[in-house]
């Protein structure tokens, strides 16, 4: 569980912290559909630490309001995290209530059908969210690996 948790949401805040840097406050706070992309990387970095606690055996701990320290928090938090702490059974049960919806699950369907889609819905809604408010991002800028240039078409 520590593999596909702790090193997959530390990349993808450090991705956030570079896209908020980028952005401006301007482009954060202008409305994509219900939302500020602020609001969406805000819950993005909440959720890491609401889906990674349960199943390292951690109490939740309080998060900054402020999207920079929480960001900055978030992932300090996930650093500090060591494999021993994961329990190794993927079928424990996670009980949990996040943003208002009781979740009941196996540790591998929390993490794998409910929190990682979570976490990345809202990501994407905040990259898309910049992107409206006409920040020039690429796919590079979201996942952080280079692409080659693209070939003309034959």
Same mark, same amino acid.
């Given at each position: 569980?520590?593999?596909a948790t702790v090193p997959v949401f530390r990349h993808t805040l450090s991705r956030i912290a570079d896209m908020v840097a980028l952005a401006g406050p301007d482009a954060l706070d202008q409305p994509f559909q219900d939302m500020t992309a602020r609001q969406r990387?805000?819950?993005a970095a909440g959720l890491s630490i609401e889906i990674t606690c349960p199943l390292a055996g951690r109490e939740l701990p309080d998060l900054p309001? =402020?999207?920079?320290?929480r960001l900055a928090v978030a992932?300090?938090?996930l650093g500090g995290m060591k494999p021993a702490e994961f329990d190794p059974d993927p079928g424990r049960m996670i009980r949990r209530e996040i943003d208002n919806i009781p979740v009941a699950l196996p540790a591998v369907e929390f993490l794998h059908l409910f929190g990682m889609p979570l976490f990345f819905f809202q990501t994407a809604l905040?990259? =898309?969210g910049l992107r409206a408010a006409g920040v020039a991002l690429s796919e590079t800028d979201f996942d952080g690996f280079a692409r080659p240039p693209a070939r003309p078409p034959i």
């Open positions: 569980m520590y593999q990387f805000s819950i309001a =402020a999207l920079g320290p992932r300090a938090l905040g990259y =898309a």
